[in-house]
């Protein structure tokens, strides 16, 4: 057994006092000052190891208006031309990923800001050309993580914040969504440490009634997820999430949530918080 492998298995045996939690925030809040500033307060008080995976596909497409490039989205994916690349990077890579990482630093929180090349932590593949072109956009499979170092750098106390950004090995930085990267983030991690994957929105969790904020569902199951398509009470971005949510508990990830973004401190209160993805009803 090499140095590294058996540090990972000391790390493995050890999962039981160590918890992460690995929170996902859209650009809903983003865009919105006062809830990504106490969000971002609450992501620092949860205990334990955290990581933090931002999108900001709203700002992008704003910018990308600004300068003249038109945004093409087709399924919840960004058609990424060499145009739209420089601008996603510019935006996720840069004003929103080192805004995120300056104000977590501001409630002590030793956060360090990442595209998926930084560290070679997250490698994807480019998607095939099939009946769409979606250009300069990745996706990932079981070897995208490699979690050695991702782990160092938490033990070292660093709080790792991904943006929507990969790279494949090659020189080629690519788009990938940022559910997609947490839902990844949590299944190679799940091994090391008690996972909790939190996709955090502007409402309360997956609503019976997208217009009432009390009509929450307070646990899904992949059979009523089937249901609920079919009732098409589930549409839009909330699909994607809610594959990516349920392919994490496929993977062994225990704990999956979807809430909104104003009540992640209902975790540390002990309080209800979300809807809850589960592998079955009993
Ligand atoms: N049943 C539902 N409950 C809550 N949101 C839903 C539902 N069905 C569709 N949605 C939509 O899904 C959106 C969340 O997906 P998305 O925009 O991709 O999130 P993010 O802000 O995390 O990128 C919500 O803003 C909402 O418009
Ligand atoms: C390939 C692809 O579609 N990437 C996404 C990445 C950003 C993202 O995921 O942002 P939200 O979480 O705010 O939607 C995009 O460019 O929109």
Redesign the pocket.
Known sequence: MNKIDQVLTKQQQNKGDRYLYII?????V?DNSENLYRFLKDFTALPGFKILV????????QLSETLGVEAK?VD???I?DIE?LRV?TMV?GGLINKNIVAQLQRFGNNAIGLTGADGDFIRAKKRPVKKID?GF??DLDENSIKPQNLISLMDAGFTPVFC?LTHDGAGQLL???????ASALAVALAKYYHTTLIYCFEKKGVLKDINDEESLIREIDPQYYEELKEQQVIHS?MLPKLDNAFTAIARGVKKVIIGHSNDLGNIKEHQPFGTNLIEHYL
């Open positions: 996902k925030i859209g650009g809903n983003i931002h999108g900001g596909g709203k700002v992008a497409t989205m919840g994916r960004r990424t739209t996603v996720y979606y956009v990745g929507a788009n990938t969504n940022a559910d997609t990267i971005g």
